[in-house]
C-alpha cells in the first residue's frame, strides 16, 4: 500500500523463502484461487482462498510482540493476515469497521489445528507490532492445540489481563473461555513493557475513524529498506515531505541490523514508558 515490492512472495524471497524452498509459498491476496463462502456474522459473504479453505491442518506461528491497537499479537490476531483483501487497512478497518469480529468469524469457519508463539526474543512497548529497537531476550515458545488458550497465557506471560483485548473478548463469546494446563514455566517475563491505555484509545479513536489521517500517519511513520522496498510512485510529495520531516521520530521504532537505538529511543522506551507500566 505504501512502498513496492510488498507482495508476499517478494517479501518472502527477501528473508529467503522461495517457491524452491521446503514450503510452498502462496499469496492468499492475489484473488485468483478464491471463492465466495457466507460467513455469516460481520463478514458475511466474503472470498476465502482455496488452499486455506481445503487445508487438513492449518497452523498459526506467530511472532511474540504487542500491539498498539490490540495490547497484544499473538495466534489469533495472526489469521487476520489470512482475510483475503490485498488493502487490509481500508477494507477491514474502514469499510467493515471491524478487525476483530471479522477475524473471529474467519476463524470459526476455519478452525486453526494448532499456535505457536516465537517468544525467544520479543518486541514489547508501545511499538512492538512495527518493531522494537531494545527486543527482550524471552527465551520462551508457548504452543497448543486451542490458540485462544495459546494466546491467553501468552498475555499471561506479558503481565496482562487476557480480556483486556477485543480479539479476546470476542473468542471467548465464540468459543467459551479456554481450559488450560499449562506445563512450563508460566511466571510473566521481567521488565515487559506494556502498550499505554492511551496508545490503543489513539489508534482507535483516530487513525481507525479517519482514514486518510491515519494513511498519513502509517505511511510517515512506516520504515522499509529503500533499495528493496522503495515508496509507490503514487504517492505525493507533500506527504513525502512529511515523511522526511518525520525521518527522527522514527528512531524511536527502527533502526539498521547493527545499529545502537538513539539516545531518543532509549529516553521514550526505558524511562518514560516503563514508569506508565
Not at 522461495?18 to 502462496?26: E, H, N
Not at 526474543?121 to 515458545?141: E, V
Not at 480479539?167 to 479456554?178: D, H, R, T
Not at 481507525?208 to 502509517?218: A, K, N
Request: charged residues 25%; negative net charge; hydrophobic residues 40%.
Amino acid at each position: 500500500m505504501f512502498f513496492q515490492n510488498r507482495d508476499v512472495k517478494s517479501v518472502a524471497k527477501y528473508i529467503g523463502y522461495s517457491d524452491a524452498s521446503l514450503a510452498k509459498v502462496i499469496d492468499m491476496t492475489e484473488g485468483n484461487n478464491t471463492e465466495e463462502v457466507d460467513f455469516g456474522g460481520r463478514l458475511g459473504k466474503h472470498p476465502v482462498d482455496r488452499d486455506w479453505a481445503n487445508a487438513d491442518f492449518r497452523i498459526s506461528f506467530a511472532k511474540n510482540k504487542t500491539h498498539s491497537y490490540a495490547f497484544y499479537t499473538l495466534t489469533m490476531k495472526n489469521i487476520y493476515g489470512a482475510l483475503s483483501k490485498k488493502y487490509k487497512y481500508k477494507v477491514y478497518h474502514h469499510e467493515f469497521d471491524d478487525i476483530y469480529g471479522t477475524t473471529i468469524d474467519f476463524i470459526k469457519k476455519y478452525k486453526v489445528h494448532f499456535g505457536f508463539i516465537d517468544a525467544i526474543i520479543s518486541a514489547d512497548g508501545p511499538f512492538g507490532i512495527f518493531a522494537d529497537p531494545c527486543p527482550q531476550l524471552t527465551g520462551t515458545i508457548i504452543g497448543g492445540e486451542d490458540i485462544v488458550a495459546v494466546d491467553w497465557v501468552g498475555a499471561g506471560k506479558m503481565s496482562l489481563d487476557p480480556m483486556i483485548s477485543r480479539y479476546m473478548q470476542e473468542a471467548v463469546e465464540a468459543f467459551g473461555k479456554p481450559a488450560i494446563k499449562i506445563v512450563g514455566d508460566g511466571r510473566p517475563y521481567k521488565y515487559w513493557a506494556n502498550v499505554p491505555r492511551i496508545s490503543s484509545i489513539f489508534s482507535h479513536g483516530m487513525l481507525d475513524r479517519h482514514y486518510l489521517f491515519g494513511f498519513i500517519i502509517y505511511y510517515t511513520m512506516s520504515e522499509m529498506d529503500p533499495d528493496v522496498f522503495p515508496s509507490q510512485p503514487s504517492q505525493s510529495d507533500f506527504i513525502n515531505a512529511l515523511r522526511d520531516l518525520s525521518a527522527p521520530l522514527r528512531e524511536l521504532v527502527f533502526k539498521e541490523p547493527g545499529q545502537q537505538p538513539s539516545e531518543l529511543h532509549k529516553f521514550v522506551n526505558e524511562i518514560v514508558i516503563r514508569m506508565m507500566q
